[in-house]
DNA sequence: TTGTAGGCGTTATCAA
DNA sequence: TTGATAACGCCTACAA
């Protein structure tokens, strides 16, 4: 079924049925209810395909994330989707794993399906090719990690005031030797939780031990294995800051491996972990807005999908806040 | 840039373009290299929605679920989505929060969209809908929730089977009082996971006393109201079966709530839940298998996509398997 | 081996 | 108030 058969059942030309289909233009009542009877009558949709060929607009958002299972990112997203739905947009959804060649390719593939905007959490290895996307016209929107070289839409968590205040509370509860278990560095969030609890410390008065500094990756693995190294030290932390909840979950999985009582170690986590409500240890959480975030970027991509241009805008929208235990 | 312009630089025809593009038709080495130095040179991409509407075939597939934050039907969506990225289809994502009414817009806004395929874990709201999409030519793959009267591709867990086991592992260790903690009886995985295990206990030779039965809503609230439940009667049950994790959650909030120890009971979940690892409590769980799901799916949907019609099939590919404590 | 031209299903510009 | 028609960017007979 196509507009010409429509057009040719209900006895009108093709260009009066694009008029009901899209109230644009005149038609009389009377044309218009004998056209609108016959569509139901035949069930018929219109082409979405041909009319995003026609109008050179897709109404397609793309939207790249390094992990689709991450119900963090999921919890984003689906508030993006929900407002897109809305307006008539549709997402893709592309999972890079991590890798920047994915991320590569997937780019590749958003930009034949000629999508009208972008939604990035990047792995950072594609910069050129996301600030020649940006530059072509596609509306970017970078999601949670900052690359403050790219001058593009960014919508993230004010990552470095919440991580000081990780820091200020375990020193408010007389903590003095407080371990650090960071994320990779390229990765703002990261950068920036690790910048925060230093301040944080040093604010404290707090001289920085580098044996209390563990480097990890945000996986569980190295949560596992900064415990490790902090349980070999002379003196192991009292303490931890983790930055991010799969290294905390870790974290537990080391003391657990070590046989020291998981209550032992007081620990605030950057992301909260879902059981820590029918934990008794000692965990402190900092609870992220993934909700909010979303509607903070669904906002701004409708605006700049309706033309709104202005100024690209890094936003730190939300400072996430921390839950005692 | 669009295919003409690509003629002209290169100083051939349209269909010459194409044809490299497409690697179809014949075009001598010396031509061929030629138009593929222009293309690179004037970084050109092919229009995949002019493409589409030419073809007649969108290369969009369509998946809808009741939740795009959980991590169970997220596993089994990133395995399909790269699957399909590998074959050059794309996925739009449709999150209907378990709600009939925005399940059977979502189909509608897809249909415009001309999608290919849909994979669908169905509210079951809006069956006659889903029959007509699959009798209009699209293919339709029902996951995770079966559905009998549709007569579609279906892939699902053995959700019987499972629960059944479940059972025979409480009685293997003497458990004689065993409580149930059903979902909603409208979705096929619930329904089938309560019969799974009342077919355990009749085996086992226990009546079935229906002040054990308690009829949750798989959410984490009735998990709590299960286990108030249960502790006033006057025997409360000594294990219970609960069939999914959110409700298993509940469970142990219901238990924290009420004072009593996490481990004076003994529970069994259909879907594990993160944490038991660090668990000390008797918590034993049927490990699900979105991965293999996926990629069953991811497998199917392509098969259907290149023209492999046969029949329908309902096909139970995974065994959940039950990991002790 | 390459080019010409018509059409996929819409929308939008003119005329009538 | 409505209709005829030319695009949108690509593919593909059919010709040459």
Do not use: W
């Amino acid at each position: 079924m196509t507009i010409k058969d429509i057009a040719r059942e209900a006895g009108v030309s093709t260009a009066t049925i694009s008029r009901v289909l899209n109230s644009s233009g005149y038609v009389s009542p009377e044309v218009k209810h004998h056209v609108q009877e016959v569509i139901r009558k035949f069930n018929y949709q219109p082409n979405a395909i041909a009319r995003s060929l026609k109008q050179e607009k897709s109404r397609s958002v793309g939207i790249v994330l390094p992990d689709m299972a991450n119900p963090y990112f999921m919890r984003i997203s689906r508030t993006i989707q929900h407002r897109c739905f809305q307006e008539g947009y549709h997402l893709l959804f592309m999972d890079t794993e991590e890798n920047p060649e994915k991320e590569s390719e997937a780019l590749q593939f958003l930009l034949e399906k000629r999508i009208e905007a972008l939604i990035l959490a990047s792995t950072g290895g594609n910069l050129e090719q996301i600030q020649s996307i940006s530059d072509s016209g596609t509306h970017v929107i970078l999601l949670d990690r900052r690359f403050p070289d790219l001058a593009l839409d960014t919508v993230s968590e004010d990552n470095r005031s919440a991580a000081k205040c990780a820091i200020a509370y375990l020193v408010d509860k007389h903590h003095e030797r407080i371990g650090l278990v960071n994320g990779p560095q390229t990765i703002s969030t990261a950068h920036e939780r690790r910048e925060g609890a230093l301040i944080g410390l040093e604010e404290a008065g707090i001289a920085i031990a580098p044996d209390l500094l563990y480097e990890g990756d945000y996986t569980r693995e190295s949560g596992i294995a900064a415990i490790r190294h902090f349980y070999q030290l002379e003196k192991p932390p009292t303490a931890v800051f983790s930055a991010n909840n799969e290294m905390t979950f870790g974290i537990y999985l080391g003391l657990q491996e070590l046989g020291v009582p998981l209550d032992a170690l007081e620990v605030v986590s950057f992301g909260d972990l879902e059981f820590s409500s029918l934990f008794t240890h000692r965990l402190s959480a900092i609870k992220q807005q993934p909700q909010a975030l979303g509607e903070a970027i669904g906002e701004l991509l409708i605006q700049r999908l309706n033309g709104g241009v202005g100024e690209a805008r890094d936003q730190q929208i939300v400072i996430p806040s921390l839950i005692p235990f």
